[in-house]
């Protein structure tokens, strides 16, 4: 089954202990990014990768770092993190950035950070 | 900065009611998208606008773009309790380097 899987699920941790969500997903896809969804501000860009090893900041990428070596994996790394990080995550995959390109999220990584 | 308005914030109704949801934007859209997000997953995509005036349907669902491609609305016939979730709009920028851009979306919530 084509889809973008995402771990953990839940994770309450806290202020300042590394942390790595990771991302995979199975079509093959190029393009991959990161996504936070926070009430009232709805879903904005972290970072964003047009393929291996090419990443790039999207909107609000602080506090937040990426990597991309292999073209199935996109993990979300935060260093230090601070409890305005807690929110929903997604992460999502697409062939590329072309309209015709759907772009597949995964099922979300709720972080609360004490 | 463009800006994405989609209104009503909130929608309750009852089962085989017709609904209507706006997106308006502050800047000509590149191409409008809309998701529909369920709880507890990802956001999902039902279709994607280019021309403006242009109309496309998906079952009870049918999506419209407005003429000066800044605006764009989602009509329900005869909602169903499996329509509820938050719908969102968002523009595709269809170039590297550019964030897709999300409106705040409408929560949906269909009683049977």
């Known amino acids: 089954e084509a889809q973008v899987t995402q771990n953990p699920r839940y994770l309450i941790t806290v202020t300042g202990k590394k942390l790595t969500v990771t991302c995979s997903q199975n079509m093959n896809h190029e393009y991959m990014s990161w996504y936070r969804q926070d009430p009232g501000l709805g879903l904005r860009q972290i970072y964003y990768s047009m393929n291996v090893e090419v990443t790039d900041k999207g909107d609000v990428p602080e506090g937040y770092k990426v990597s991309r070596k292999e073209k199935r994996n996109f993990p979300l790394i935060l260093e230090s993190p601070s409890p305005n990080q807690t929110s929903l995550y997604f992460c999502a995959s697409s062939l590329s950035i072309g309209i015709a390109d759907t772009q597949y999220f995964g099922p979300g990584t709720r972080l609360t950070v004490l | 900065t463009q800006l994405l308005e989609q209104s009503p914030q909130f929608l309750s109704i009852q089962e085989g009611e017709n609904l209507t949801v706006y997106c308006n934007s502050s800047?000509?859209?590149?191409?409008l998208q809309w998701y529909r997000q369920e709880p507890g997953e990802g956001p999902v995509l039902l279709v994607t606008v280019v021309t403006g005036g242009e109309v496309k349907k998906l079952k009870r669902l049918t999506f419209q773009f407005g003429d000066a491609r800044k605006d764009s609305s989602l009509h329900i016939t005869a909602a169903q309790p499996g329509d509820t979730g938050l719908y969102l709009c968002a523009d595709h920028p269809n170039q590297a380097g550019t964030a897709l851009i999300f409106g705040k979306g409408t929560t949906l919530s269909v009683s049977s």
């Open positions: 800047s000509v859209f590149s191409s």
